[in-house]
C-alpha cells in the first residue's frame, strides 16, 4: 500500500509518528510524509524512518480563504501525482484541508486524527471573534469529515463535542486514547524525594497554565526554599504565548528554572518529583503526560477534557480546576508534606502508561483502523 501522512509540523512526524511510520515500512508499505515545513535535520530523519519527505504548502495556523483555498488545490494536485492508496492527516488544518484535498484527488480511503479540539473549543472562550470562528471551523469540520472513512480521537469529551454538533457521523468515531510512547525508551527513573523538584514541559502558552505554574511556585518557595520548579520550552509562534523577557526575569528571580526546548526530555524528567501540566488548552491528551508516567512521574494535571482521561485521580496523580493558583499550590504542597507519595503514584503511573500508552499497542489500532493489517512486532 501507499500512504500519505498529512501534517503541519515536519518534527510531529519523527517525534510522534516514528514508531507508526517505521512499522508500516518494516511492513512493506510506502510511506510519503507531508509537512510544509521540513528543514535538514527533519528531512533527515523522516527518510532514515524509511519514509520519503514531500513537501507541500500550508499555513500552520490562522484562516486565510484565499491562500487557504490556494493551498488546498497545490494539495489535491501533489495528491494526485503521489497517487496514495490512504491518507491520514493530523492537526487541525491537515485534518480539514488535507482530508478535502484527498477526495478531490480521488484517494480511496481517507482518515484522519483529532489530536485536541485546540483553543477554538476551550471552555470560557466565549468572546464574539472566538464564536464566530468557531462556527466556521465547525462548518469546515463538517465538510471534510463527511468524507472520512474513520475518525481518531485521543478522548471522549472530543467525540462528544464533535459528535454532538454534527462534525462527525458516529459510526466514524473511534476513540483511541492517548498516541502512546515507546515505553523502553521512556523507561522508569529513581524517584527524587529531596528536595521535591517539580517540572512542566510545553509550548510556552498562557492556555497551558505557564503563569499559573510560576504564582504557585512563588507561593510554595515561601516556605518550602529548597523545592525546584523546572520550566521547559520555548516562547511560541502563538499570541498566547509568553515572551523570552518575562522568563528571563523569572529565571532570575529564582522563582523557576527554565530551559529552553530541549531535543531529549528524558534526563530532566530523571530530576523530577512530579509532573505538573495546570492547562486549560482543549488537549487530546498530552503527549508530555505520557512520557512523565511511563518514566514512573506522578502527575498533577486540570480537570479538562484528555488531561482528566490520562490519569487516575488519587492514584497516579491528582486533578485540579483550571486557572485556580491555590487549588495547585495545595496539590503540589501535598507531595512535598507526603513525600511517599511521589513513589507510590509514580509507580501508578508507570503501571497505567504500561497498560494505555504502549505506543506498539495503539500502532496496531491504528494501523488496523487503515485496513493495513498487523503491523510488525518489535
Known amino acids: 500500500m501507499k500512504i500519505g501522512l498529512i501534517t503541519t509540523q515536519a518534527f510531529s512526524l519523527h517525534n510522534f509518528r516514528g514508531p507508526l511510520i517505521r512499522d508500516w515500512v ?8 507531508l509537512a510544509p515545513d521540513f528543514d535538514a535535520d527533519s528531512r533527515a530523519r523522516v527518510a532514515e524512518l524509511g519514509a520519503r519527505p514531500v513537501d507541500f504548502r500550508m499555513e500552520r495556523a490562522g484562516l486565510r480563504p484565499l491562500r487557504d483555498l490556494r493551498d488546498l488545490i497545490g494539495l489535491a494536485r501533489l495528491l494526485r501525482r503521489l ?38 473549543f476551550a471552555e470560557g472562550a466565549d ?4 464564536k464566530w470562528l468557531r462556527a466556521l471551523v465547525t ?25 454532538d ?68 520550552g520555548s516562547p511560541d509562534l502563538n499570541p498566547d504565548s509568553v515572551g523570552e523577557a518575562r522568563l528571563r526575569a523569572w529565571h532570575a528571580e ?53 488531561c482528566r482521561d490520562a490519569i487516575e485521580h488519587g492514584v497516579s496523580g ?16 501535598r507531595f512535598i508534606a507526603d513525600p511517599a507519595l511521589i513513589e507510590s503514584m509514580g509507580q501508578a503511573a508507570r503501571a497505567r502508561a504500561e497498560a494505555c500508552f504502549d505506543v506498539h499497542r495503539v500502532n496496531r489500532r491504528i494501523s488496523e483502523m487503515l485496513g493495513l493489517g498487523p503491523t510488525i512486532e518489535p
Open 254 to 306: 529564582g522563582v523557576i528554572e527554565w530551559r529552553a526546548h530541549v531535543a531529549d526530555v528524558r534526563p530532566w524528567l530523571a530530576q523530577a518529583s512530579v509532573f505538573v501540566l495546570p492547562t486549560w488548552y482543549r488537549e487530546g491528551m498530552p503527549r508530555s503526560i505520557q512520557e512523565a508516567m511511563a518514566m514512573a512521574r506522578a502527575v498533577i494535571t486540570t480537570d479538562t477534557p484528555g
Open 26 to 33: 518494516a511492513a512493506g508499505h510506502v510511506v510519503y510524509a
Open 139 to 163: 462548518r469546515l469540520y463538517r465538510l471534510a469529515l463527511a468524507s472520512a472513512r474513520g475518525v481518531l480521537f485521543l478522548n471522549r469529551d472530543d467525540v462528544a463535542l464533535f459528535v
Open 318 to 333: 491528582l486533578l485540579v480546576p483550571p486557572r485556580d493558583v491555590d487549588a495547585l499550590t495545595a496539590a503540589m504542597a
Open 165 to 232: 454538533a454534527g462534525m462527525v457521523d458516529r459510526e466514524k468515531a473511534i476513540l483511541l486514547g492517548g498516541i502512546g510512547v515507546d515505553l523502553s525508551h521512556f523507561a522508569p527513573a529513581p524517584a527524587v524525594l529531596e528536595p521535591p523538584c517539580f517540572i512542566l514541559v510545553a509550548r510556552l502558552l498562557r492556555q497551558k497554565g505557564v503563569e499559573v505554574f510560576v504564582e504557585a511556585a512563588r507561593c510554595l518557595r515561601r516556605q518550602h526554599p529548597s523545592a525546584r520548579f523546572l520550566l521547559l
Open 127 to 130: 468572546g464574539l471573534k472566538r
Open 83 to 120: 497517487n496514495p492508496d490512504r491518507t491520514l492527516a493530523y492537526f487541525i488544518k491537515p485534518v480539514i484541508y488535507g482530508t478535502l484535498a484527498a477526495r478531490f484527488a480521488g484517494v480511496p480511503r481517507r482518515y484522519a486524527m483529532v489530536e485536541g479540539a485546540g483553543y477554538v
